[in-house]
């Protein structure tokens, strides 16, 4: 494998002043709820964030699904879906004023959540459709595709590969953990330095790297007291960024609330993993 070398990529928003994400930059955090559960809820997490970025000076991204189409079971509360989910997400948009990022699951919705969002995600587990990716990197938008719980990182070559095809170069990859068997993942910390070989700054997720697929039977488990020990040794490789799920009251929560950082953890996670960043790449904090 040829290590490609590192670039940063741009997050084209107008609010942003060119802002770019890198391995080698200040670590961005992606954070908000798995699942749109209503508008008010949504423009509230979102408002929250954005006031903790502020607060420690760090780029952040808004997250939030409109459609969690690989739940565990057909009864399972999957979002507001494409309509009302995007009007949502352009609501957060106006009124926090921050850069949105949100999974499509197929090619038919790409194209109308590009119109809102500037970040697609491809799911795991959606990682190796050829179309998908395609049809994402055709948008020209930023494209954040995570590894498969069932590949090696060295096998995200192909799939990069797929995006760059169409011309657009503007990619994030995205470490969630290894499927272990019997409702458990695992995280190959190695797995991080693998993926920054492709030159493009990778992400960590932490949340999804502590669930447990399934373990409730028709839901899944997680075990987030591991986030942030999990999440301080992946800033440590020198990484672009981190992903988590946050909720106000992860009990309550409609989708991943076992595996979800509570909101008022959100300040003391950003000022640890800040440090970390620091003494991986020598930035300010």
Aim: with cysteine; aromatic share 8%; proline share 6%.
């Amino acid at each position: 494998m040829i290590t490609a070398m590192p670039r940063s990529v741009p997050v084209k928003n107008i609010s942003l002043n060119g802002r770019h994400i890198g391995n080698e930059r200040p670590l961005l955090f992606i954070a908000g709820p798995c699942v749109i559960e209503s508008r008010d809820f949504t423009i509230r997490v979102a408002l929250r964030l954005r006031e903790f970025a502020r607060r420690f000076n760090v780029f952040f991204i808004f997250k939030a699904s409109y459609d969690k189409a690989n739940r565990s079971s057909v009864s399972s509360f999957r979002g507001p879906g494409l309509n009302e989910g995007l009007k949502i997400l352009r609501l957060v948009k106006e009124k926090v004023g921050c850069p949105i990022l949100t999974d499509v699951h197929s090619v038919e919705d790409v194209k109308r959540a590009a119109e809102v969002v500037d970040v697609l995600q491809i799911p795991a587990f959606l990682c190796r459709q050829t179309d998908l990716l395609k049809a994402c990197g055709e948008t020209g938008k930023l494209v954040n595709v995570k590894k498969g719980q069932f590949l090696a990182p060295w096998d995200m070559g192909n799939v990069i590969a797929k995006i760059e095809a169409t011309g657009n170069s503007h990619i994030l990859v995205t470490e969630r953990g290894t499927s272990f068997g019997y409702n458990n993942l695992v995280v190959d910390m190695r797995s991080l330095s693998v993926l920054k070989q492709f030159g493009y700054p990778v992400i960590y997720d932490a949340t999804h790297s502590v669930q447990l697929p399934g373990a409730r039977g028709n839901v899944s488990g997680g075990q987030r007291e591991y986030l942030l020990p999990l999440a301080k040794a992946a800033v440590s490789v020198g990484i672009a960024g981190v992903f988590t799920e946050v909720h106000p009251d992860p009990s309550r929560a409609l989708s991943d609330g076992p595996n979800s950082l509570p909101l008022r953890d959100v300040p003391q996670f950003i000022k640890t993993l800040k440090v970390f960043d620091k003494a991986a790449k020598g930035v300010r904090v």
